[in-house]
């Protein structure tokens, strides 16, 4: 039986300047009315607020990202065009269309609708009509798109969030986490750029009736530039919404406020002290040795770890607490070792919130040692086996 061992290198930034090395727990002085908070800055990764970021909640209307990534994907495959069109058939028109009373983007039952006017209905009016004449129409049934959606989640790293349908109608299977719907929008954004623009569309008309977008915070000209809203009995009032300003980029999932009144002001206050309390940090070079990992067998004894890019954070401005960096490996790394072999991770901590995690990389290359000291490696894995 072979045991896998992990080995955690500390690594104290007081190299750093004071304002690396003194740094406040980012959610120090600031609270927000939300039962369940993830706030990322999306170029470095950094966490700046969370908050139950992983407990699952009913998915609502923000299932409706999932629907938009699985039509992204079929778009960007070829498997569909702008130009294809679906009838509106019966199910759709009674569950999401006009007879629903629920958002809807009128479809008129019995005719046909082109995949592009389809994606502005589910990304401006957050139509449910929308979704489903996506769904049947490109998997022949709700229940096969559906399929589709939690293969590609899994996919993607969503390893909690679960769909039932492709609008988030109320359904027991339709659940998620605000960390993984952070996921989700960063990677329909980095994935589907071009695709963005549908998001922050002020209108949107059809079948003569003309919609504003249903996204109350593009009204407020704070920077946001997508995504989508949602509401659940269950869960209360959700949101994620991206944002762009003054040099950052920012993503945020926030569930469980009380009203959509309570999710405009609060999403407002979050982003604003997001943008006026946080600033960039490069805590290592790119190419900077972080730590030394242990090699088994090898002729020489350690062999340094990088990171493949220049590893930045975004910090509060009034720092107060220390920086920890641990590097997290598969002990031994066994000869011989190449170089830019992945072994291992970065984790990032600001007090006891975990920032930032960044994978990290061998920077050198160690040969075979003799046979004694392999002898004397051996020796050493073993002691460690056994305690």
Known sequence: MHRRLFAFLIVFLSTLNAAHAQSAAPQAGFDVKARQVYLIEAETGTVL??????????????????????????????????????????????????????????????????????????????????????????????????????SQARELGLSKSTFANATGLPNPGNRVTMREMVLLARHLQTTYPERMGYFVEPEFEWNKIKQRNRNPLLALNIGVTGFVTGFSEEGGYSIVASVNRDGKHLLLAMGGMESDK??????????????????????????????????????????????????????????????????????????????????????????????????????????????????????????????
């Open 262 to 387: 309570a999710r405009v002001e609060e999403s407002r206050r979050i982003i604003e002290w997001a943008l006026s309390s946080f600033e960039r940090r490069t805590l290592f070079k790119q190419g900077e040795a972080i730590a030394d990992a242990s090699v088994y067998g090898g002729d020489a004894s350690t062999v340094p770890l990088v990171a493949g890019e220049q590893v930045d954070v975004f910090l509060p401005k009034d720092n107060s607490q220390r920086l920890v960096a641990r590097v997290v490996y598969t002990w031994p790394v066994r000869a011989p070792v190449e170089p830019d072999k992945a072994v291992g991770t970065l984790k990032i901590w600001n007090d006891k919130q975990l920032l930032r995690e960044v994978p990290v990389k061998t920077a050198g290359t160690v040969g075979e040692g003799t046979l004694r000291a392999r002898a004397l490696d051996a020796l050493i894995e073993l002691f460690f086996f056994w305690i």
């Open 49 to 150: 607020f969370a908050r139950a970021e992983d407990e699952v909640v009913p998915a609502a209307s923000l299932a409706k990202l999932m629907t938009m990534a699985t039509v992204f994907k079929a778009l960007a495959s070829g498997d569909i065009t702008l130009e294809t069109q679906y009838p509106v058939t019966e199910h759709a028109w009674r569950t999401g269309g006009a007879p629903s009373r629920t958002s809807t983007m009128f479809a008129a039952l019995k005719s046909n609708v082109r995949v592009e006017d389809l994606v502005r209905g589910v990304t401006v009016q957050f139509a449910n009509d929308a979704c489903i004449i996506l769904a049947e129409g490109m998997a022949g049934s709700e229940t096969a798109f559906v399929e589709r959606m939690n």
